[in-house]
């Protein structure tokens, strides 16, 4: 299942690469996947993550590299819930932030239950929503940095689209996001942390 999810993840890659909307926004969305993948690949061997979570990681790589290609305010998906739902503007950049803390939030369950004392239970869950708010908070002082070394230019990777409560917005959506994570898959994620142990 890895390579195939491995040789998925490198053609969407490359596919959302080809004459995107705007070179340097796809640069900076695609970046945690450049940055992430290798990362996966070395660590393979010593340190394995669960299926479910490489399969959730396969999931986030796709939604950056769908919102680096058009930029998160252009995406057709956004554009089809505006419509169908009757919104004020493309919401993928909101998909994007709820998967930001959604995905985020098992890869910090995982590690903490295997390098850490702690199990599953109150404190694991507070801590997780603190990483993930921790997380969600370092990307929009990304953003800001972006803003400030780029400025016009870095317009279609902040995605507020005229929003002045994007930020906030982006932080209580990785926040829900993080929330729903544990409480839809903690069963699911300790089952596979337990079918790891044994292999």
Known sequence: MLPVLLILTLLALIVSGIQPFDRLTWWMEVMPVIIGLPILIFTRRPFPLTMLLYGLL???????????????????????????????????????????????????????????????GGWLFFIVCCVVLAISASYEFIEW????????DADSFLATQGDVWDTQWDMFLALCGGIAAQLLLSRQHDRALNKLRIF
């Open 58 to 120: 396969f999931i986030h790589g796709l939604i950056l590299m769908l919102g680096g290609h058009y930029t998160y305010a252009r995406v057709p998906l956004g554009f089809w819930m505006q419509d169908w739902l009757d919104l004020s503007r493309n919401h993928y950049d909101r998909i994007g932030h709820l998967a930001q803390g959604f995905i985020p939030a098992i890869l910090a369950r995982e590690i903490l239950i295997r390098l850490s004392p702690l199990k599953s």
């Open 145 to 152: 940095w972006a803003a400030l070394l780029y400025g016009s």
